[in-house]
């Protein structure tokens, strides 16, 4: 079946880094884009990072821009999220998420498909 | 940046009973608007697609309606496993965001 695996969250100290990777399973993952969302403790959803399904363009959220680098392997349908610098604020449920690559009238939308089960992350000293 | 303004933050309904959430953007964003459910201590769901599509395997009391900056999603009968909180994603633009959450609670 269709699935996304996250792994690498963990306990990390302020400034230090932490890389995150999400095994793709049940699809063809170089047809697709794919996301990091996060969601800190009892809080809301925040779109962190996009990879195009080719890896040729990338967009992050501000608040991880210049920290954070989103990365892919097709030969290992495997999608990475490289976390530097990192701070208390970004303590939370780091999800992968693959972009369901629908278009319409030339326009396409940027929809969250399927979702990986999530992986914590927590900074703290 | 876009905002996402949904309400009611929360409600409180009874089974069998019609539910309406709505989603305010804070610019036009045409068509570019997602849902989903959120149960605790799990992934987020998609619900609708593109305002009113709905995503394969969601039962039909679900819908989406809107366009511009006003949009709704329905629940036409509440069921037990639809207690859960709700939130919106719009994708005209990056960065993409989301609504607040609408939690769904038991009467």
């Known amino acids: 079946q269709v699935q996304l695996v996250e792994s690498g969250g963990g306990v990390v100290q302020p400034g230090g880094s932490l890389g995150l990777s999400c095994s793709a399973s049940?699809?063809?993952?170089?047809?697709?884009?794919m996301h990091w969302v996060r969601q800190a403790p009892g809080k809301g959803l925040e779109w962190v990072a996009f990879?195009?399904?080719?890896?040729?363009?990338?967009y992050y959220a501000d608040s991880v821009k210049g920290r954070f680098t989103i990365s892919r392997d097709s030969s290992k349908n495997t999608l990475y999220l490289q976390m530097n610098s990192l701070r208390a604020e970004d303590t939370a449920v780091y999800y992968c998420a693959r972009d369901l690559g629908y278009c319409s009238g030339g326009n396409c939308h940027n929809v969250f498909d399927i979702w990986g089960q999530g992986t914590m992350v927590t900074v703290s000293s | 940046d876009i905002q996402m303004t949904q309400s009611p933050s929360s409600l409180s309904a009874s089974v069998g009973d019609r539910v309406t959430i709505t989603c305010r953007a804070s610019?036009?964003?045409?068509?570019?608007l997602n849902w989903y459910q959120q149960k605790p201590g799990k992934a987020p769901k998609l619900l609708i697609y593109a305002a009113s599509n709905l995503q394969s395997g969601v039962p039909s009391r679900f819908s989406g309606s809107g366009s511009g900056a006003d949009f709704t999603l329905t629940i036409s009968s509440l069921q037990p496993e639809d207690f859960a909180t709700y939130y919106c994603q719009q994708s005209n633009s990056a960065p993409l965001t989301f609504g607040g959450g609408t939690k769904v609670e038991i009467k």
């Open positions: 610019q036009s964003i045409g068509n570019f």
């Open positions: 990879i195009r399904y080719d890896g040729s363009n990338k």
């Open positions: 049940g699809f063809t993952f170089r047809d697709y884009a």
